[in-house]
């Protein structure tokens, strides 16, 4: 099955920005929706965006629509997020996710924890007041 591994997370001051970069490998057919969600300390895992393997179904929460942009670069197997305008609630843990099932890239709120198998180790996002 695929591997994903998560990259670019870091510390930034209210309002700033950070990239960050899920890597696939491996069995990279397999993935046809990769979602990114955080985690913050003591609260549950939230789905805050998802693409689908041809990067044109694209979903957002809404507590990060309009500031977070994925995209993907099928060529590197590669998926970004560029995170923007940052607030101190979006400290948290960064996490992406493949999904084998497409329609999984259709929740119109974004993507569910449970629809996601394969999962990264995570890279932590600080932003600060």
């Known amino acids: 099955q695929v591997k994903v591994a998560e990259s670019g997370g870091g510390s930034v001051q209210d309002g700033g920005s950070l990239s960050l970069s899920c890597s696939m490998s491996?069995?990279?057919?397999?993935?046809?929706?990769t979602g990114w969600f955080r985690q913050a300390p003591g609260k549950g895992r939230e789905g805050i965006a998802s693409i689908d393997n041809g990067g044109t179904v694209v979903r957002y929460h809404d507590s990060v629509k309009g500031r977070f942009t994925i995209g993907r670069d099928n060529s590197a197997s590669i998926v970004y997020l560029q995170m923007n305008d940052l607030k101190p609630e979006d400290t948290a843990m960064y996490y992406c996710a493949s999904s084998s099932t497409w329609t999984n890239c259709l929740r119109p709120a974004g993507p569910r924890p449970g629809d996601f198998s394969v999962w990264g180790q995570g890279t932590q996002v600080t932003v600060s007041s």
């Open positions: 491996e069995d990279t057919d397999s993935n046809k929706c």
